[in-house]
């Protein structure tokens, strides 16, 4: 990436992690979990959410608010959302790949993988960020936040 590209990407999540309210699908949707891209702020000015939203929000903001782009990035393996957590066999938590960087609502930059493994591990098979896993993660949680009203 050329030192503009880096620029703007970085200046994306830093103007929407200062709007960023962390929020359990729980309380938000009454579900454990639901991902969901995060269009607009909420009525007190946040983008309210979670770990994967955050890191979905953010991949469709780099990909010009286009879903098509940001799908193809997916599909291609230019972008990834990776489930990490304390283990290899457990996942707890979701961290966007982007071009060889990696971003997530904790560190709320990005950097290399080896920043998140401070406080995180790949999971053996789902750190890779499967476009499918995505896929079906979302019409889940579509299908269940529909039904609910949520």
């Known amino acids: 990436m050329t030192k503009e590209e880096v620029a703007k990407r970085d200046k994306i999540v830093s103007d929407f992690t200062a709007k960023w309210e962390y929020r359990l699908d729980s309380k938000q949707f009454g579900m454990s979990d639901a991902w969901k891209i995060i269009y607009s702020e909420n009525p007190g000015g946040k983008f309210v959410g979670d770990c994967e ?43 966007l790949r982007y071009k060889g960087d990696y971003v997530d609502n904790w560190t709320r930059k990005f950097g290399p993988k080896s920043e998140i493994e401070k406080n995180h591990t790949f999971h053996w098979f789902f750190g890779y960020g499967w476009a499918y896993q995505v896929a079906l993660q979302m019409i889940k949680s579509k299908v269940v936040r529909t039904i609910k009203g949520t």
């Open 53 to 95: 939203d955050y890191s979905l929000s953010i991949l469709y903001r780099l990909c010009g608010e286009s879903q098509l782009k940001m799908w193809w990035m997916i599909l291609t393996h230019q972008a990834a959302i990776c489930l990490v957590g304390p283990n290899k066999w457990k996942v707890s938590h979701a961290v």
